[in-house]
């Protein structure tokens, strides 16, 4: 039965710089890298290739000694020219050289066969193998599913509304048979339904509501309305010891080219935008792209972040960083490093705040206003206080202010009774952003899974 969700509670925040909807021409990085880093939980990876050697796209580069079967995968074919380790060796990035045509680059094959006729186990093992597994995330943690592992069902959101986020229907427009053909495998992997979640507020028939074997949800309403994890609250909470998956729209569909073409395919599109974008647009790339050739000549010349993803969750990285694995967007945005006369007391209508006693004036304008933020905080961390504004942003049946302090507090009953087996980063940051005490409540609630996890 599908379900038909209006959510009451959000905050959109409208940043100027949207990309506009067309792809540009470019070259293609030279350097691409896979980087652990990404992938929350990963613990002692093992490299399984050397700087020097040669790979194919889908040539498998390391695993995890606590997930050995999950292989994670060169996004390009080319050399491998850096291993780069942190402190104490921690290893941070492989970086490929790419080949010269790239756009003709060699493809590791996989041998496939009809999916209606293959077991599960078989479907395992090829993804495991090909490089598409760390696509498949588990509720609760956040972390890379284990293969071993039956969810009760698994979910797919098809649309984004952080912000600047890419336009899910127009990156994806033309994979509608590989999404199929992904969705078709993942309801081999669930002992329930696999759920796919569309908007509503679109104001257009979704390019994602035709599909078969899946629940059609749709859901409507402010940011995180997109969250995966609004919908399976809604739709199948996660209790304690309950286990849900989900899978990116872009994973869905890299999952269904594995099964229609043999073949590991990282190719992405992303978007480009921010304030400090000449000109935002979207651009063809592969996972994992060096962002330079991006932005060459297409930034303002004053001092910028750039965020691999979005405002609220994305990674800083440098002007010659790579894109995250999950990430389809680059942001650019001023950096707040200037101290600001009389701050949030100075009358204006230009700030962005959900607080309607700041900013004064800022409420009044209207809703589609885009506004230019910088990465100042307009404040500093002090005391816990109570606002109430967590739950007037989070759709869903959680306090969040009490969760935080029970997870602050070490406590593993407040926390599971207070809903934390539902959350992850992306589900806080909306209340990180309206936190007038400044914590790093992404943070907090990560330490909160680790300890429920390690418990």
Same mark, same amino acid.
């Given at each position: 039965?599908?379900?038909?969700?209006?959510?009451?509670?959000?905050?959109?925040?409208?940043?100027?710089?949207?990309?506009?909807?067309?792809?540009?021409?470019?070259?293609?990085?030279?350097?691409?890298?896979?980087?652990?880093?990404?992938?929350?939980?990963?613990?002692?990876?093992?490299?399984?290739?050397?700087?020097?050697?040669?790979?194919?796209?889908?040539?498998?580069?390391?695993?995890?000694?606590?997930?050995?079967?999950?292989?994670?995968?060169?996004?390009?074919?080319?050399?491998?020219?850096?291993?780069?380790?942190?402190?104490?060796?921690?290893?941070?990035?492989?970086?490929?050289?790419?080949?010269?045509?790239?756009?003709?680059?060699?493809?590791?094959?996989?041998?496939?066969?009809?999916?209606?006729?293959?077991?599960?186990?078989?479907?395992?093992?090829?993804?495991?193998?090909?490089?598409?597994?760390?696509?498949?995330?588990?509720?609760?943690?956040?972390?890379?599913?284990?293969?071993?592992?039956?969810?009760?069902?698994?979910?797919?959101?098809?649309?984004?509304?952080?912000?600047?986020?890419?336009?899910?229907?127009?990156?994806?427009?033309?994979?509608?048979?590989?999404?199929?053909?992904?969705?078709?495998?993942?309801?081999?992997?669930?002992?329930?339904?696999?759920?796919?979640?569309?908007?509503?507020?679109? @104001?257009?028939? +979704?390019? !994602?509501?035709?599909?078969?074997?899946?629940? /059609? &949800?749709?859901? %409507?309403?402010?940011?995180?309305? #997109?969250?995966?994890?609004?919908?399976?609250?809604?739709?199948?909470?996660?209790?304690?010891?309950?286990?849900?998956?989900?899978?990116?729209?872009?994973?869905?569909?890299?999952?269904?080219?594995?099964?229609?073409?043999?073949?590991?395919?990282?190719?992405?599109?992303?978007?480009?935008?921010?304030?400090?974008?000449?000109?935002?647009?979207?651009?063809?790339?592969?996972?994992?792209?060096?962002?330079?050739?991006?932005?060459?000549?297409?930034?303002?010349?004053?001092?910028?972040?750039?965020?691999?993803?979005?405002?609220?969750?994305?990674?800083?990285?440098?002007?010659?960083?790579?894109?995250?694995?999950?990430?389809?967007?680059?942001?650019?945005?001023?950096? @707040?490093?200037? +101290?600001? !006369?009389?701050?949030?007391?100075?009358?204006? /209508? &230009?700030?962005? %705040?959900?607080?309607?006693?700041? #900013?004064?004036?800022?409420?009044?304008?209207?809703?589609?206003?885009?506004?230019?933020?910088?990465?100042?905080?307009?404040?500093?961390?002090?005391?816990?206080?109570?606002?109430?504004?967590?739950?007037?942003?989070?759709?869903?049946?959680?306090?969040?202010?009490?969760?935080?302090?029970?997870?602050?507090?070490?406590?593993?009953?407040?926390?599971?009774?207070?809903?934390?087996?539902?959350?992850?980063?992306?589900?806080?940051?909306?209340?990180?952003?309206?936190?007038?005490?400044?914590?790093?409540?992404?943070?907090?609630?990560?330490?909160?899974?680790?300890?429920?996890?390690?418990?």
């Amino acid at each position: 039965m599908s379900h038909t969700i209006k959510l009451k509670k959000g905050f959109d925040i409208n940043l100027s710089g949207k990309a506009e909807k067309k792809l540009a021409e470019c070259d293609q990085p030279k350097t691409f890298a896979l980087k652990p880093t990404d992938f929350v939980g990963i613990q002692r990876p093992k490299v399984l290739v050397s700087e020097g050697d040669t790979v194919k796209a889908g040539t498998p580069l390391l695993f995890c000694k606590m997930l050995e079967d999950v292989k994670y995968c060169s996004p390009v074919s080319g050399e491998i020219i850096e291993i780069k380790r942190g402190e104490k060796r921690k290893l941070l990035e492989i970086i490929i050289l790419a080949d010269e045509k790239i756009v003709s680059e060699e493809y590791k094959k996989f041998s496939i066969s009809d999916i209606q006729k293959t077991e599960k186990q078989e479907i395992v093992d090829l993804m495991l193998k090909s490089g598409v597994w760390p696509n498949i995330i588990q509720r609760p943690y956040g972390v890379v599913a284990n293969p071993e592992e039956t969810p009760k069902s698994i979910f797919v959101s098809t649309f984004d509304t952080n912000p600047l986020a890419a336009d899910i229907s127009f990156t994806l427009k033309g994979d509608e048979n590989s999404f199929q053909a992904g969705i078709n495998v993942l309801t081999k992997l669930t002992s329930g339904k696999v759920n796919v979640g569309i908007n509503s507020n679109a @104001g257009q028939v +979704s390019m !994602f509501s035709a599909i078969k074997n899946a629940e /059609i &949800n749709t859901i %409507s309403g402010k940011h995180p309305a #997109g969250n995966v994890g609004v919908h399976i609250h809604h739709i199948d909470p996660v209790a304690k010891g309950d286990l849900v998956w989900t899978v990116s729209a872009y994973g869905v569909v890299q999952i269904g080219k594995l099964f229609l073409e043999g073949k590991y395919d990282a190719t992405k599109i992303i978007a480009l935008a921010g304030s400090e974008v000449k000109t935002p647009q979207y651009y063809k790339t592969f996972t994992g792209a060096c962002i330079n050739k991006f932005i060459d000549n297409n930034v303002s010349e004053q001092e910028v972040r750039f965020i691999s993803g979005n405002v609220l969750t994305g990674e800083k990285i440098k002007s010659d960083g790579y894109l995250g694995f999950y990430h389809d967007q680059v942001t650019v945005i001023p950096e @707040g490093n200037q +101290s600001e !006369f009389l701050g949030w007391i100075l009358p204006t /209508i &230009n700030k962005l %705040s959900f607080h309607k006693a700041f #900013g004064l004036l800022s409420f009044l304008n209207s809703k589609e206003k885009e506004y230019v933020i910088d990465t100042n905080l307009k404040g500093e961390h002090r005391a816990f206080v109570q606002t109430g504004m967590f739950e007037k942003v989070t759709p869903m049946d959680i306090l969040p202010t009490y969760l935080i302090k029970a997870i602050l507090a070490e406590d593993y009953d407040e926390m599971e009774g207070l809903g934390i087996y539902e959350m992850i980063e992306e589900d806080i940051a909306l209340c990180e952003f309206v936190d007038v005490s400044k914590n790093n409540l992404q943070k907090i609630l990560r330490d909160g899974l680790t300890l429920i996890k390690n418990s």
